[in-house]
T-cell receptor
C-alpha cells in the first residue's frame, strides 16, 4: 500500500515568515494529494489539494507543488499568521484509498 | 447537508467492555474511512469501506476490531474487549462514490478506557 512520509514533524516560525512542509509518497499510481489542517481538538479540514496532472496550485497565501518524477510534494505558507498554528497533514490517494503523513505541528510566534 | 456525523463524541468504557462507534457519511457519499489518532500523533488508517463491502482493512488489528457499512444505516466501528491502549480519538471520513476526492471528516469519537 501507499506510504507517505512528512517532514519536519515540528516547525516554528516568526509571524510573517514562510513555512514549508514536505512529503514523499511511494505509490507512483497515486494521483490526488490533499493537505489538511487540524486545530487542537478539532477535525481535520482540507485547505488545498492538487492532482497529478498539475505541478503547482495556489490559493492566496497557500501553495502546493508536486514533483511526480521524484514523488514528492510540498506545502508553502507565506506571510504566516498566529492563526496558521495547527497540525498539517499531507495525504496521497489512489482509487479513493487515502493515506496520511504523520503530521507537522506548525507554531507561528507573534 | 449536516456533514459527517459521528456519535458519541465521547465514550468511556471499562477494560473488557465493547465499544461501538457510529458514523453517518455525508448525503450521497458511499465511501467511508476510519482513522485512529493518538494524542500528538498523526491519522493512522484503519479501514476503508464502501456500501456493504470492506475494501481495505489492512490498518485494523485482526483481533477485537471490526467494521461494517450496511446498505441502510451508519458505518459502525466495533471494538470488543477494550484495553487501555485502545484509548484514542477515532475519526470517520467520507467521500463521494467513484471519484478520487477529498475526504470530509467527522468530529471524531474520543474513546477512553478506564
Amino acid at each position: 500500500g501507499e506510504n507517505v512520509e512528512q517532514h519536519p514533524s515540528t516547525l516554528s516560525v516568526q509571524e510573517g515568515d514562510s513555512a514549508v512542509i514536505k512529503c514523499t509518497y511511494s505509490d507512483s499510481a497515486s494521483n490526488y494529494f490533499p493537505w489538511y489542517k487540524q486545530e487542537l481538538g478539532k477535525r481535520p479540514q482540507l485547505i488545498i489539494d492538487i492532482r497529478s496532472n498539475v505541478g503547482e496550485k495556489k490559493d492566496q497565501r497557500i501553495a502546493v507543488t508536486l514533483n511526480k518524477t521524484a514523488k514528492h510534494f510540498s506545502l508553502h505558507i507565506t506571510e504566516t499568521q498566529p492563526e496558521d498554528s495547527a497540525v498539517y497533514f499531507c495525504a496521497a490517494s489512489h482509487n479513493n484509498d487515502m493515506r496520511f503523513g504523520a503530521g507537522t505541528r506548525l507554531t507561528v510566534k507573534p | 447537508n449536516a456533514g459527517v456525523m459521528q456519535n458519541p463524541r465521547h465514550l468511556v468504557r471499562r477494560r473488557g467492555q465493547e465499544a461501538r462507534l457510529r458514523c453517518s457519511p455525508m448525503k450521497g457519499h458511499s465511501h467511508v474511512y476510519w482513522y485512529r489518532q493518538l494524542p500528538e500523533e498523526g491519522l493512522k488508517f484503519m479501514v476503508y469501506l464502501q456500501k456493504e463491502n470492506i475494501i481495505d482493512e489492512s490498518g485494523m488489528p485482526k483481533e477485537r476490531f471490526s467494521a461494517e457499512f450496511p446498505k441502510e444505516g451508519p458505518s459502525i466501528l466495533r471494538i470488543q474487549q477494550v484495553v487501555r491502549g485502545d484509548s484514542a480519538a477515532y475519526f470517520c471520513a467520507s467521500s463521494p462514490r467513484d471519484r478520487n476526492e477529498k475526504l470530509f471528516f467527522g468530529s471524531g469519537t474520543q474513546l477512553s478506557v478506564l
